[in-house]
């Protein structure tokens, strides 16, 4: 029988691996208030000073693709403090940046290291063991939820009482560097057993998770087609926001983020729900919700009450599902946790991608009811899946065994943290 992964002095908290994920996933989204103030102070356009938000976007593809899956062989504490480093010194580059090429580059740089959330999500899945599963799941998400959101409000406010962004970048590299004083000393020696092989070993072994693995196949896809969903509402909100009869200003859609706080908190218990209910209950739930949210957003689109209510039952459903997802892939074994992890957020980063392209074109053309019938019809095909996903399937392999790609190997029983 493969070793277990050995187990940290002090095993990490929840609370510490959801501070640590909210901080380092805040690296991709407090920029964007600043765009503005980047084009003014660099003295280019908006529109180039806009790119820089795609780059984080690709980075953090990159990021997934290439770094994540080294997470199921390499030495956590090592590849965690190397993470910070790298993501760290690219901040401060970004904050020191004398023209808009070299804070480009510094942003497809620390977006594509700063992946450490895709990383800590499998260890406290992994850590906590199946019983407790989908609650850690759930609060290590709430704490990647309140970091993308609340960033942008705070990266806005320190520049505002600075008089400058390049505040706001110094101030992330010293949270993201403050760390490496603390996080990887409590992760373990490492995640899974090594001897994965080599690392184009690892890449080149994703599609065939994707193939033997059923779960895999059923969280991925109604990752996708739920994000596809989100991202349609939220690609198209501002545009429909400016528009008449309503007109409110840019600062609507922004403010959007702050009212559907609560429904992100409400979305943590939807890891417990997972644990006592599986994934394709919660699954089931959280797509109705999310449809309702959609459903009352068409229905009284002149409504800003209505659209604030649909906004937080989609964002509360969208979460819920992502927490269900996750929680179910996670169990398929520590050895290739971190790599099922790749293939789900990547399938999601995609759905996302095509979501905001097919919503944005819809609503130019058609308005805003064809965009969200475009979402309704994706929380369709996702509540299809989730049917088809939970009839019971053929077993391949008996009890206390886990599944990889590539053959059979016997599952490492894990304690709780």
Do not use: K
């Not at 009482?161 to 373990?188: E, H, K, Q």
């Amino acid at each position: 029988m493969a070793p277990r992964p050995l187990a940290p002095a002090r095993p990490p908290s929840v609370p510490l691996l959801a501070l640590a994920g909210a901080v380092t996933v805040a690296n991709l989204y407090f920029p964007q208030p600043l765009l503005a103030a980047v084009a003014h102070g660099l003295d280019v356009s908006e529109r180039t000073a806009g790119l820089l938000a795609s780059l984080a976007q690709i980075g953090y593809a990159l990021g997934i693709l290439l770094l994540v899956p080294l997470a199921d062989s390499a030495r956590l504490r090592r590849l965690t403090s190397v993470l910070l480093a790298l993501t760290s010194a690219a901040l401060f580059v970004a904050a020191a940046a004398p023209d808009v090429l070299t804070l480009a580059l510094a942003t497809l740089a620390l977006s594509t290291t700063t992946v450490l959330p895709q990383i800590l999500t499998p260890v406290a899945a992994v850590l906590a063991g199946p019983d407790r599963r989908g609650r850690v799941v759930g609060l290590v998400g709430l704490g990647l939820t309140l970091g993308s959101t609340l960033s942008r409000t705070v990266s806005g406010a320190v520049t505002d009482a600075s008089g400058s962004w390049r505040v706001a970048y110094g101030v992330a590299a010293v949270a993201t560097a403050a760390l490496l004083l603390v996080l990887p000393r409590r992760l373990p020696e490492r995640l899974g057993p090594p001897g994965h092989g080599s690392y184009a070993g690892l890449l080149a072994g994703l599609p065939r998770l994707l193939a033997v693995h059923r779960e895999l196949r059923t969280s991925a896809l109604v990752g996708a087609c739920a994000f596809a969903a989100f991202s349609v509402f939220w690609s198209v909100l501002a545009f429909h926001l400016a528009a008449p009869p309503l007109g409110y200003g840019p600062g609507a859609a922004g403010l959007f983020g702050v009212l559907t706080l609560p429904a992100a908190l409400l979305s943590a218990a939807s890891g417990r729900l997972t644990d006592r209910y599986g994934a394709s209950a919660v699954n089931a739930g959280s797509l109705v919700c999310a449809g309702l949210g959609l459903a009352l957003a068409g229905l009284a689109p002149s409504s800003p009450g209505a659209l604030v209510a649909g906004a937080n039952l989609l964002v509360a459903g969208v979460s819920s599902c992502q927490v269900a997802n996750q929680a179910r892939i996670f169990g398929i074994g520590p050895a290739v946790a971190a790599r099922v992890n790749t293939v789900f957020m990547l399938a999601t980063f995609s759905g996302g991608a095509l979501g905001s392209l097919a919503g944005s074109w819809l609503y130019g053309s058609h308005g805003w009811p064809a965009a969200l019938l475009a979402a309704g019809a994706c929380v369709a095909v996702a509540g299809l899946v989730v049917v088809a996903g939970a009839r019971p399937g053929v077993p391949t392999c008996g009890g206390g065994v886990t599944r990889e790609a590539g053959g059979i190997r016997p599952r490492i029983p894990q304690g709780e943290s």
